[in-house]
T-cell receptor, first 113, second 111 residues
């Protein structure tokens, strides 16, 4: 049982390049989330998917797109990377129910030059 | 407008003593509160939670207290151990399941 996995672990991009961050969970959770963590700012929600087939914007969605490919996988795409998107990105999943915690992946450290 | 605030960026305590981490929130719609622990180069891991119908929840060395009237929660770690050294995030949720995180407090427990 791997929990939440993320690929890649590290990535360096040039401004304007595109890339997709992959996330998968094997816990049969309905909800999945993408966060970014910046120094001194905690984790901020980018996009989330409450269930397979649905996606919604979070607090900081600009510059990102997401795809809930199936129940297991939720990807985050940067179409044209900018230096302001340099951050650590975390994916999380949560089972159904009101009072349940989210389970986080190990993160992807992205640098945009 | 930060809805969840952790006003102390860092805290240093001696091994064996009590660590108290604080968190304030502004949104009265929050009804579920969580603490996460994060080591460097790892994802956050869930530590303990409390719903708004309670004012205390205990799990081993960890206790979370909720004061709804003050919109304040705290995490007590007793006794503190060097392995507790990490960044601690508080988070709050309404019934949507989304989490709003505080900025984090770095705890250092000295041997």
């Amino acid at each position: 049982n791997a929990g939440v996995t993320q690929t890649p672990k590290f990535q360096v991009l040039k401004t304007g390049q595109s890339m997709t961050l992959q996330c998968a969970q094997d816990m049969n959770h309905n909800s999945m989330y993408w966060y970014r963590q910046d120094p001194g700012m905690g984790l901020r929600l980018i996009y989330y998917s409450a269930s397979e087939g649905t996606t919604d914007k979070g607090e900081v969605p600009n510059g990102y797109n997401v795809s809930r490919l199936n129940k297991r996988e939720f990807s985050l795409r940067l179409e044209s990377a900018a230096p302001s998107q340099t951050s650590v990105y975390f994916c999380a999943s949560r089972p159904s129910g009101t009072y349940n915690e989210q389970f986080f992946g190990p993160g992807t450290r992205l640098t945009v030059l | 407008d930060q809805q969840v605030k952790q006003n102390s960026p860092s805290l240093s305590v001696q091994e064996g003593r009590i660590s108290i981490l604080n968190c304030d929130y502004t949104n009265s719609m929050f009804d579920y509160f969580l603490w996460y622990k994060k080591y460097p180069a790892e994802g956050p891991t869930f530590l303990i939670s409390i719903s708004s119908i309670k004012d205390k929840n205990e799990d081993g060395r960890f206790t979370v207290f909720l004061n709804k009237s003050a919109k304040h929660l705290s995490l007590h770690i007793v006794p503190s151990q060097p392995g507790d050294s990490a960044v601690y995030f508080c988070a709050a949720s309404d019934n949507t399941g989304k989490l709003i995180f505080g900025q984090g407090t770095t705890l250092q427990v000295k041997p």
